[in-house]
């Protein structure tokens, strides 16, 4: 007998024991996710239903914003009786929304050729307006990625185009933009975007929020998403809005909650309609809120969604990608995950364009993420710069301490435990065993997102530089 043929049959011999294996394995990978998705959920009504009922502040209103802030509830009582019926039998499937206005146009290329390279079966809509950019820049966008299932939608023609056809849509249910939008450029832009799309369910991806791995898993497979029917993900600020806007929304006060970084948004318009509709009429009268409530389009989600009483998961498991120098870590990138923690599938280039910062192995070498329960508030998650510093970066931290606490930065070093050499494969979870629970970790950027660095920076190269 052949050695090839003894290697066989013991092979056949061992199958019962194998496949027991792999079954046990498999459901011991099942039970570790229910029990994270019971802990996650239990934790997060908690902290998202037990908020201080009013804020304990001695701050004060001004004459000025008290009037404002009058001004504002009365919008607020108008546009929840201006919110129009969900539209059941317009929208269908699932797929990607983008916006784009003249300056986005090169991030917004970069950002297709990462998605082509999930080589995911996602439809993608671009949204724009005919009277920042040409329909003839636009179809050149689509050209420079032929293998994606992509269109471009216009708000002020009401219509769709791919390289090879044109369709109108029913103007009825194209929610445009406000036109006369100079200060805050395309913020408005955004939820007008999500709620016209033709898909009943949209992930939403900024400019610059690059895809790591194919997103459609996370319609069909996150259990934060299937149950509450939206994901949003933090800034690295926690509110900084006055304490009477809780009361202004109608609202318990959420100080303690972070503000959100509306990059990447993931809806089932079906399930979540009234506070995305609200969220729109918000942003068409964008003087009255972003002045005096929000900082641009990211807040408006949070706080009428609270005002409609819509309930949202703010996946909090802080991510970022940044540079690393065997001693201080700089985050410069939100990167974001699943509700549970288990693969990293978009990484937001932040800090980048605010600080002219440029691409490159070392300032993108090196990630950090928190592991664990996080709507607790353990991890120590921030914003900031530290004093000389040439840049300020997100700092991501296991427990606050109290020179934190006076700073609100991080000065020290990496505790050398954090920082592993594991290179995950692209389905391989991050959060996979109790062990790793509760824990923040370090990596090369590439063992957690695999290819990312060397795929972006070959993509963007040509095209940002150009």
């Known amino acids: 007998m052949s050695i090839i043929m003894i290697i066989i049959n013991y092979?056949?011999?061992?199958?019962?024991?194998?496949?027991?294996?792999?079954?046990?394995?498999?459901?011991?990978?099942?039970?570790?996710?229910?029990?994270?998705?019971?802990?996650?959920?239990?934790?997060?009504?908690?902290?998202?239903?037990?908020?201080?009922?009013?804020?304990?502040?001695?701050?004060?209103?001004?004459?000025?914003?008290?009037?404002?802030?009058?001004?504002?509830?009365?919008?607020?009582?108008?546009?929840?009786?201006?919110?129009?019926?969900?539209?059941?039998?317009?929208?269908?499937?699932?797929?990607?929304?983008?916006?784009?206005?003249?300056?986005?146009?090169?991030?917004?290329?970069?950002?297709?050729?990462?998605?082509?390279?999930?080589?995911?079966?996602?439809?993608?809509?671009?949204?724009?307006?005919?009277?920042?950019?040409?329909?003839?820049?636009?179809?050149?966008?689509?050209?420079?990625?032929?293998?994606?299932?992509?269109?471009?939608?216009?708000?002020?023609?009401?219509?769709?185009?791919?390289?090879?056809?044109?369709?109108?849509?029913?103007?009825?249910?194209?929610?445009?933009?406000?036109?006369?939008?100079?200060?805050?450029?395309?913020?408005?832009?955004?939820?007008?975007?999500?709620?016209?799309?033709?898909?009943?369910?949209?992930?939403?991806?900024?400019?610059?929020?690059?895809?790591?791995?194919?997103?459609?898993?996370?319609?069909?497979?996150?259990?934060?998403?299937?149950?509450?029917?939206?994901?949003?993900?933090?800034?690295?600020?926690?509110?900084?809005?006055?304490?009477?806007?809780?009361?202004?929304?109608?609202?318990?006060?959420?100080?303690?909650?972070?503000?959100?970084?509306?990059?990447?948004?993931?809806?089932?318009?079906?399930?979540?309609?009234?506070?995305?509709?609200?969220?729109?009429?918000?942003?068409?009268?964008?003087?009255?809120f972003y002045e005096h409530v929000t900082d641009g389009d990211k807040d408006t989600f949070r706080l009428a969604f609270r005002y409609m009483q819509v309930k949202y998961y703010l996946v909090m498991t802080p991510c970022a990608a940044g540079s690393f120098n065997n001693t201080h870590f700089c985050g410069l990138t939100l990167c974001k995950t699943d509700s549970l923690s288990q693969h990293i599938y978009v990484n937001h280039i932040h800090i980048f364009k605010y600080e002219g910062i440029k691409y490159s192995p070392i300032t993108l070498g090196y990630t950090r993420i928190g592991l664990g329960d996080p709507n607790n508030n353990s991890f120590f998650f921030q914003h900031c710069r530290l004093p000389a510093a040439p840049t300020s970066c997100f700092h991501i931290m296991k427990k606050r301490t109290e020179e934190m606490a006076k700073t609100n930065c991080y000065s020290g070093n990496i505790p050398l435990k954090e920082i592993e050499n594991h290179a995950y494969m692209l389905n391989e979870s991050l959060l996979s065993k109790p062990s790793k629970n509760n824990r923040v970790l370090m990596s090369k950027t590439n063992n957690f997102m695999p290819n990312f660095v060397e795929n972006f920076l070959r993509i963007q190269q040509p095209i940002l530089n150009n």
């Open 11 to 288: 092979l056949l011999t061992q199958l019962p024991s194998l496949v027991t294996t792999i079954t046990i394995s498999h459901s011991l990978n099942i039970n570790f996710k229910r029990q994270l998705f019971n802990e996650r959920l239990s934790s997060y009504n908690l902290f998202y239903d037990n908020s201080l009922s009013s804020c304990n502040t001695t701050r004060s209103l001004s004459e000025d914003r008290q009037r404002h802030f009058h001004g504002i509830s009365q919008l607020l009582q108008i546009f929840q009786q201006k919110i129009v019926p969900y539209p059941n039998n317009h929208f269908y499937g699932r797929g990607i929304v983008l916006t784009v206005g003249p300056s986005q146009l090169k991030f917004a290329e970069v950002n297709l050729k990462m998605i082509e390279l999930t080589a995911t079966k996602l439809p993608i809509q671009i949204w724009y307006s005919s009277s920042q950019i040409s329909h003839e820049i636009m179809i050149g966008l689509l050209r420079t990625v032929p293998n994606l299932n992509a269109s471009i939608c216009c708000f002020l023609m009401t219509e769709c185009r791919t390289l090879t056809q044109t369709w109108q849509l029913n103007p009825t249910h194209v929610y445009k933009p406000p036109s006369n939008n100079q200060k805050y450029k395309f913020f408005p832009y955004k939820p007008a975007a999500i709620v016209s799309a033709t898909f009943s369910e949209v992930l939403f991806l900024d400019c610059d929020a690059y895809v790591t791995r194919d997103p459609e898993e996370l319609f069909l497979s996150d259990p934060m998403y299937l149950k509450f029917g939206a994901l949003f993900y933090p800034d690295a600020h926690k509110s900084r809005q006055h304490p009477a806007v809780w009361t202004l929304f109608n609202t318990s006060c959420t100080q303690n909650e972070y503000e959100f970084d509306s990059a990447m948004i993931l809806v089932d318009k079906r399930r979540v309609w009234n506070g995305l509709y609200m969220t729109k009429l918000i942003n068409d009268y964008y003087p009255a």
